[in-house]
């Protein structure tokens, strides 16, 4: 499996409009690959939160239309990082007036939507992302030929209980798009392949390059396969991460070192004590 991540650049002089025509030539000329990977929020930036309300949109809205179009043309599995979505308030309601999510967009080969994630974990302690946006509740997987995605996004590396119930869902490949910053880089880097090893599974984070509202973002998108060795990562720029796979790896691993299957806690119900 080959796989592109794109870690493109977000500059606040580039119109929303400019970035996502140049996120989806980027995503034509990957048309080899198998799968490619955005980041998170590219269309906005991840730290710019006042653009989160104006630039929103509902799930099918230009981002939807325009990636799903390039997945189409380029044949392949897009993982479209994510986008502030503008959901409807109720049954019956239009889009607009309702919650905002940070929400994931995956697109098949043809161009339609194999899944949509609402980010699980926002990040901010009580500002920013935190109160701008509602929490999502499900985890979401996508069956692709030979492996099975994981989503998550950004801060959601953060919190390993995500991963492990993603894997007890079929998760052999995490994909996680970020908006990661530069003077956490050396986090970024480390839970990525902390998550890889603990569940055995490859690992996709991709990231921005740039500057999102005053915060430089640490790029450095990685892979990193089941037993933690990074196999390609970017550095700070705009940049496109190849690298080609070998799926097979994931139950080698697991076979080879069957660490999951001695799990014992969150198995189980606790044993109460008197």
Known sequence: ???????????????VDSRRRRAAALVREQSGADLVVLPELWTTGAFAYEEFGREAEPLEGPTYETMAK???DAGVWLHAGSIPERAAS???SAAGDGPLYNTSLV???????AAAYRKIHRFGFDKGEAVLMSAGRDLVTVRLPGT???????????????????????????VIPAGWPERRRAHWTLLAQAR???NQAFVLACGTAGTHA???????SIVVDPWGEVLAEAGSGEEVLTVDLDPAKVAATREQFPA???RVLGLEPPRRRS
Do not use: N, W
């Open 214 to 220: 005053g915060v430089p973002q640490a790029g450095h």
């Open 70 to 72: 390039a997945a189409s």
């Open 107 to 113: 697109f098949s080969p043809s161009g339609e939507l």
């Open 148 to 174: 099975t995605l994981g989503v998550a996004t950004c801060y959601d590396l953060r919190f390993p209980e995500l991963f492990r119930g993603l894997v007890d869902a079929g998760a052999e490949t995490l």
């Open 1 to 15: 499996m080959r796989a592109s991540l794109i870690q493109i650049a977000v500059d606040e002089d580039e119109s």
């Open 196 to 198: 890889a090893v603990e």
């Open 260 to 262: 999951l299957k001695d």
């Open 90 to 92: 109720g049954s019956g």
